[in-house]
């Protein structure tokens, strides 16, 4: 998020054109089979001594149950939940081999877990509060969604992490004189549990500023004591939140206090069981990023750290080394100047982007959405929807969903379990895709796979609809050793293999539509 003024002046508003709406005809991902399918990404990382918690995401009719095979001393599968709990304490690269298995069959994956220094080797797949709820989120609106999440099945596709934007913030107090929740969240401690116990991961906001964007306290202070002058006068609402004259929380100044909490908040966070961060200002300076980067790593606690906004570009070498991820814009709205502005301006950063360390070109705006109280169907059409999930996908961004869990519908449903379109983000490769073609509004991205293989997407960038051409060869658009390659071409939305081609392929595209394709060499 930015500042509360600047996103009121953002809210996107309704297009005539387009009211929300969405036949079934537009969704294309296949229903998934009853048989057991463990989706999600194939390697995990944590660092040693570290809570360790991993739930095997898949699909398939229930009841189901699991099992691992050569797991790490120190961990334990409970084989009704698929969740993989407990602490390694030896570092190394354990294969471990899963098992799915219901009345209809089984499936199996191996998957990596890597016990190291880094976390976060796929990028983040979950759910952000601020797009839908805004300020009025409140720790039942949280729960709701992380039931959804998993009620709905996202979980079963890797779906996992449930974050707390801004809002939550009440005063300074307990045994840490940490920031502690304002009344909407009741039981901090509670709400992490729950999130847990249904196999998912607890995220929370803050800033390092003496006050947030939305004018909630930060992890800095004017005062040793960590009082906050503007509380202390009452300046404030019911919940916290800075209340001028003029509602203006720039009254803060949103400078850095003379005094610094942030030991003190990073350890009341992971006491919560708070396992990611989304720490927010502007400029993302190295300095303050070391600070808490520091304190979360002393905590002994696993907490993935991402950075908002607007990452520096020259401070990315930085970022790599300090963050697990990094605001590359400012806030995203569900317009499709937003999602093609921000989305196609991206390949900058690539060179940064890896396992463990994350470009982040702001949260999925699909679905009810609407910064609250109020939410609309998103503004994107379904072709500009395709778009953006296929373009973020192909990114290797996080995927952090915006709207109301609770409310979603079948065609947001169908966009965001398609396993086949989610493993382009999720390939351990971690490779950004970067633009092999722009020819007007016909855009062409492509990224190797860890298999050998490569995604191709065909964005359509202009208004009717056109044909994109891709040749490869050691001359071609996509460079390949060899201009006689075939390649059997599969449409990942569709899940379904086109043909085998030779040097080149042709495609229609939709309006502001995408086609998306893996080529798979074949003899």
């Given amino acids: 998020m930015t500042s509360t003024s600047t996103l009121h002046a953002q809210r996107p508003q309704r297009q005539a054109a387009y009211d929300g709406t969405v036949d079934s005809s537009k969704i294309l991902t296949p229903a998934a089979p009853e048989t057991p399918r463990i989706n999600g990404a194939s390697v995990f990382g944590a660092r040693p001594n570290a809570p360790f918690l991993f739930t095997i995401p898949a699909s398939g009719k229930r009841p189901m149950t699991f099992s691992a095979a050569n797991l790490p001393e120190g961990l334990n599968l409970d084989a009704e939940t698929g969740r993989i709990t407990g602490k390694v304490s030896t570092a190394g690269e354990y ?21 190291g ?141 003379k005094y610094s909490f942030v030991e003190q908040d990073a350890q009341q966070w992971a006491e919560w069981g708070v396992d990611y961060l989304k720490y927010d200002w502007f400029p993302n300076d190295p300095k303050t990023t070391r600070e808490m980067s520091e304190a979360l790593r002393a905590t002994g606690r696993d907490i993935v750290f991402s950075l908002s906004n607007t990452g520096i570009y020259d401070n990315a070498p930085d970022y790599v080394e300090l963050a697990n991820l990094w605001r590359t814009t400012n806030d995203i709205n569900d317009s499709w100047d937003s999602v093609s502005r921000i989305g196609f ?91 092999i073609s722009n020819d007007g509004d016909r855009v062409v991205y492509a990224k190797t796979l860890s298999d050998g293989s490569y995604a191709v997407a065909f964005f359509n960038r202009g208004t009717t609809e056109t044909t994109i051409n891709l040749k490869w060869g050691p001359w071609g658009t996509l460079a390949t050793p060899d201009a006689a390659e075939r390649f059997t071409i599969r449409d990942l939305w569709r899940q379904k293999d086109i043909g085998v081609f030779r040097e080149t392929f042709s495609t229609k595209v939709s309006p502001h539509g995408v086609v998306l394709v893996r080529l798979i060499p074949t003899k």
Avoid at 95 to 115: D, H, Y
Avoid at 392 to 421: H, I, K, R
């Fill in 95 to 115: 294969a471990v081999n899963l098992t799915a298995k219901n009345e209809l069959g089984e499936n199996t994956k191996t998957l990596r877990i890597v016990i």
């Fill in 117 to 257: 220094d880094k976390i976060a080797l796929t990028p983040p797949m979950g759910w952000s509060s601020w797009n839908c709820w805004g300020e009025t989120v409140s720790q039942e609106k949280v729960l709701s969604s992380a039931r959804a999440m998993v009620e709905k099945g996202l979980s079963q596709y890797g779906w996992s992490q449930i974050n707390i934007d801004d809002g939550w913030q009440g005063k300074r107090g307990g045994p840490l004189n940490a920031i502690q929740p304002n009344k909407k969240f009741p039981d901090m401690k509670a709400l992490g549990d729950e999130i847990h116990d249904l196999g998912l991961k607890f995220g929370i906001y803050s800033g390092p500023w003496r006050g947030t964007y939305a004018g909630y306290i930060g992890t800095s202070s004017d005062n040793a004591d960590g009082t906050y002058d503007w509380v202390e006068a009452g300046h404030i609402t019911e919940f916290y939140k800075l209340k001028t004259p003029n509602d203006d929380p720039t009254w803060i100044n949103w400078t850095f206090g």
């Fill in 345 to 435: 301006l991206q390949d900058r950063w690539a060179g940064f982007t890896g396992p463990g360390h994350w470009s982040d070109p702001d949260m999925l705006v699909v679905g009810m959405v609407g910064w609250g109280p109020n939410l609309h169907p998103s503004n994107l059409t379904p072709d500009e929807q395709y778009t953006h999930i296929s373009l973020w996908c192909m990114l290797s961004a996080p995927m952090l969903l915006g709207c109301d869990l609770a409310q979603m519908d079948d065609f947001t449903l169908s966009l965001l379990t398609n396993d086949e379109v989610l493993a382009i983000n999720q390939d351990v490769l971690g490779k950004q895709a970067t633009q």
